[in-house]
């Protein structure tokens, strides 16, 4: 098979073309059956939630930031260095994350103003990162397709140990930033980013480095370390939090699969972990189902858990799982995890969307009986000969129809969510204005046709007298 032939873990051309004649690369994955009315209930998404958890998370860390100060070259300041640099270089991961997917908060310019924050501490380029964040979640620990396996093999236990310093990762992170300020994008970036993307690379690569350079002439200026600790060091001395989540994630399980149940793992964990990496202690949920924001994880749990394995019980369970599977895989990289998994219910179709039947007006309206049925949010599929389409109504009840099928890949927007005005992709998060189908999220670039509706003695007529592939 092609797979075989895939000796690297590197993204390049090659090795991308060799995974997508695998069969691997953009396929349908395996999910579990949910239903329709507890999935949409818990993607909904709280501006007050987010902004809770956020507020406290940056109130820690300025408090940190003060005992810093206040303590410094006192035995005490250890203690404020770690706690600062922990909140600092650790937590902004699992923060750059949930933003970055834009499932948070309900506010799309708070979840960015967050993403590019966080992009900042952990040194990591917003738009490179975003579009291989896209990508892992496309394929997720698919073999030369996907840039985020953190765990490679044959593994090393002293390499895998030596993470934890974040000497090397971070080093690397700083080099690509400044490299991408220089106007040099590397192999990955090319690969991982479209093309019209390039100077945004640069440009935000540009003031990212600026703002670290500022701090060290701050430094400089002040003769003192502590602008550098706090502002840029901290990356550095917190990145080792970063790897103890990480780790749990996908090391020792499967590669090349499309369960995310046999390449993911979800670890109970105790609240002060959940706060800090945010419920992606939920992994395997968070895989499965992107659009559910993460304070709602434990209730997907709840909902599709006997369709997964077991969670590992404790976090030194998970290590325990996980550095035995290591030292297997540094004799035999084949090896992976056994894993005892249920069955799926019902026909693997995640979730029910059943195309709702229609029938054909005197006009060549498309005529459905939904309208008592839909609730504010609700979204239903139509097929209608070759062309699908998606039915809703908008958080404030606007009815509105448009082309089902996301414009990045083969995912029907059914399955998404409806955010305000716009409806959201399952798959990656991105988002079509309802009333004028443009694409205001990425990474859909091409927006959907939308049609006209009208309401009549509670049917639907849509108008799709326009398009010509579907006439009567
Ligand atoms: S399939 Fe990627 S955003 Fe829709």
Request: hydrophobic share 40%.
């Amino acid at each position: 098979m092609a797979l075989a032939a895939i000796t690297s873990y590197q993204l390049s051309a090659a090795n991308s073309d060799l995974a997508r004649q695998s069969g691997l690369v953009d396929a349908e994955w395996v999910l579990p059956a949910i239903d329709p009315s507890v999935l949409r209930r818990l993607q909904r998404r709280s501006n007050l939630r987010a902004a809770l958890s956020t507020s406290l998370w940056l109130g820690l860390m300025l408090l940190a930031g003060w005992a810093v100060v206040a303590t410094a070259w006192s035995w005490w300041s250890i203690p404020a260095v770690i706690i600062y640099s922990a909140l600092y270089g650790g937590a902004s991961d699992s923060r750059w994350h949930e933003m970055g997917h834009g499932t948070a908060f309900r506010s799309r310019r708070a979840n960015d103003a967050i993403y590019y924050l966080a992009c900042f501490m952990l040194l990591r380029g917003p738009t490179v990162w975003r579009w291989s964040h896209y990508r892992h979640h496309t394929d997720t620990i698919i073999k030369g397709h996907d840039a985020e396996i953190a765990f490679q093999r044959p593994p090393s236990i002293a390499g895998t140990l030596w993470r934890f310093a974040h000497l090397q990762g971070g080093a690397e992170l700083l080099l690509r930033l400044v490299r991408h300020a220089f106007g040099s994008l590397d192999d990955e970036a090319k690969e991982l980013v479209p093309y019209h993307e390039h100077r945004r690379v640069v440009r935000e690569s540009q003031v990212m480095v600026a703002v670290l350079l500022a701090s060290v002439v701050a430094s400089a200026f002040m003769q003192s370390v502590l602008p550098v600790v706090l502002i840029g060091g901290s990356t550095f001395l917190g990145g080792w939090l970063v790897v103890f989540f990480g780790i749990t994630q996908h090391a020792g399980l499967q590669e090349n699969v499309l369960d995310h149940r046999r390449n993911t793992r979800t670890v109970v964990m105790n609240p002060v972990f959940r706060f800090l990496y945010l419920n992606m202690n939920f992994h395997v949920e968070h895989h499965m189902f992107p659009s559910v924001p993460y304070y709602s994880l434990p209730g997907l749990h709840h909902s599709i858990g006997d369709q997964l394995s077991q969670p590992l019980p404790s976090t030194w369970a998970a290590y325990r799982q996980i550095f035995a599977a290591l030292r297997r895989q540094q004799v035999d990289p084949t090896y992976e995890i056994p894993l005892d998994l249920p069955d799926i219910h019902g026909d693997a179709r995640p979730v029910d969307i059943g195309a709702e039947s229609w029938m054909r007006g005197p006009r060549g309206e498309i005529i459905v009986g939904l309208d008592g049925s839909l609730e504010h949010g609700d979204l239903r599929r139509i097929d209608v000969g070759n062309r699908s389409l998606v039915v809703g109504k908008t958080t404030s009840g606007s009815l509105f129809a448009c082309d089902g099928w996301c414009t990045h890949a083969k995912v029907h927007l059914a399955e998404g969510t409806v955010i305000g005005e716009e409806v959201e992709c399952p798959k990656h998060n991105a988002r079509f204005d309802c009333r004028t189908g443009e694409a205001t999220r990425k990474p859909a670039k091409d927006g959907i046709r939308v049609y006209p509706v009208t309401v009549s003695n509670g049917r639907i007529a849509i108008d799709l007298t326009t398009d010509d592939s579907v006439r009567p």
